[in-house]
């Protein structure tokens, strides 16, 4: 489906039945990201699946005001209510964990709960997202700079996701297929307009959130399970969940046991 937004277009798939569920997938991914869990999870869910803007089959403005975190919550929330949909659990995925938690603030009656999948609140000091955003910068004007082919190859390398390596050869090339359809412009305004040093920082808010949260993180992954850890102190109705021989990306390199580990939380 097809809903314009502030003259955006924006493309999200409706299947199953139950509890609305809207799955926010991550930096260079799209909707496709979520097909594995799709029959298991639509027997008790409602599946919304949008592809965020500058992703997939969503349109990729030049304005870099389209991309903002924030905007991107609000219009989250018109595709919402213009599918007639009151209220939703949340389930993002690193660059799409970052939007649910900015629209799970936004919009604290809207969300039932809350799954955060490798993710953060942002950068508490301006210092470090400045410095986030200059290296950004950077890496959108590599982007632009040298298409989509050189880029893929560049981010599959980098040490966020090295234990991706170890998964069948198949898997790491559909992967890489579906990064490969994303436009360069998309991408690379996606960084500058929500990358994590062009957001605000959620650090001191966490206390508000009011819902259910679980926060999912793989033990290789040792940068967001520091995160994590700090996190679940923060946040009133928190549960965090360690995913053994597994790192950033968990949906792909433990699929059976993440799509039942949503599935029990949703129930």
């Known amino acids: 489906m097809i809903v314009a937004l502030d ?6 798939e409706v ?26 999870w639509k027997g008790h ?30 219009n989250l929330n018109l595709l919402l209510e213009r599918q007639g949909v009151n209220q939703i659990d949340l389930l993002g995925y690193s660059m799409g964990g970052r939007l649910a938690l900015t629209f799970a603030l936004a919009f604290p009656n809207k969300v039932r709960k809350l799954i955060l999948e490798s993710a953060s609140p942002g ?17 959108a004007n ?3 700079d040298n298409g989509m082919d050189l880029f893929v190859d560049y981010w ?12 069948p050869t198949s898997l790491q090339a559909k992967v890489r297929e579906q990064r490969l359809r994303n436009s360069p412009q998309g991408l690379a305004n996606s960084l500058l307009g929500m990358g994590t040093g062009s957001q605000p920082s ?3 808010k966490l206390d508000q959130l009011s819902c259910d ?29 360690v995913l053994e021989n597994c790192g950033h990306a968990i949906h792909v390199e433990e699929q059976e046991k993440f799509g039942t580990i949503v599935s029990d939380f949703l129930k």
């Not at 003259?7 to 999200?12: A, P, S």
């Not at 039945?17 to 298991?40: A, I, K």
């Not at 949260?213 to 969940?241: H, P, R, Y």
């Open 142 to 144: 590599f982007i632009i």
């Open 213 to 241: 949260v679980l926060l999912l993180t793989g033990q290789e992954d040792q940068k967001f399970c520091q995160i994590a850890e700090v996190m679940v102190k923060s946040i009133n109705k928190a549960t965090w969940i």
């Open 202 to 204: 959620w650090w001191e």
């Open 156 to 167: 599959e390398n980098i040490p966020l996701f090295q234990t991706m390596k170890r998964l």
């Open 45 to 74: 869910s409602e599946l919304i699946i949008p592809d965020i803007i500058g992703h997939g089959k969503s349109d990729s403005p030049k304005e870099l005001k389209y991309y903002q975190i924030e905007s991107m919550a609000n």
């Open 7 to 12: 003259g955006v277009k924006y493309h999200f």
């Open 15 to 40: 299947c199953g039945e139950g509890f609305p569920l809207v799955l926010l997938h991550g930096f260079t991914g799209d909707s496709t990201t979520w097909e594995p869990f799709v029959e298991r």
């Open 123 to 139: 950068l508490k000091q301006e210092s470090e997202r400045e410095l986030r955003r200059m290296n950004d910068a950077k890496l």
